[in-house]
């Protein structure tokens, strides 16, 4: 498992006074970014001129998060040919209590939009079966 710390910003926020739904995707995609950069894999995308394409997203919310809340994101990632999936929890830091869920599905593309298989290096690196 994989965790990602964060702080809620105040411009992160609606007009109710916690964070606007859309910014929950933020929360997460940098997650995936961080894994991928601890990992040492970011420099792959460039090397052999790939994309990482999300191609679904599920979602649900469970409570409001405001200002200054200290949350963490917790990911487990899998293999479910072709895809690379990211389950996502996120959690008031250090507890158990539960923010948000989300599954991310996204696929190894090149920029002429061809899929690929997950390579190699991503399999042996994130320990996937």
């Known amino acids: 498992m994989y965790i990602y710390n964060l702080n809620v910003r105040g411009y992160e926020l609606d007009s109710f006074g916690h964070v606007n739904n859309s910014v929950y995707l933020n929360y997460f995609e940098q997650a995936r970014w961080e894994i991928l950069q601890e990992m040492g894999l970011i420099d792959y995308f460039t090397e052999n001129n790939m994309l990482l394409v999300v191609t679904e997203i599920q979602i649900r919310y469970s409570r409001e998060v405001k200002h200054f809340d200290k949350l963490e994101v ?6 479910e040919a072709p895809y690379l999936v990211f389950d996502h929890r996120m959690y008031f830091s250090g507890t158990t209590i539960k923010v948000c869920t989300c599954q991310v599905k996204s696929l190894f593309t090149d920029r002429e939009k061809i899929k690929y298989d997950i390579p190699e290096i991503f399999i042996a690196k994130l320990k996937l079966k």
């Open 74 to 79: 917790r990911t487990i990632i899998r293999k």
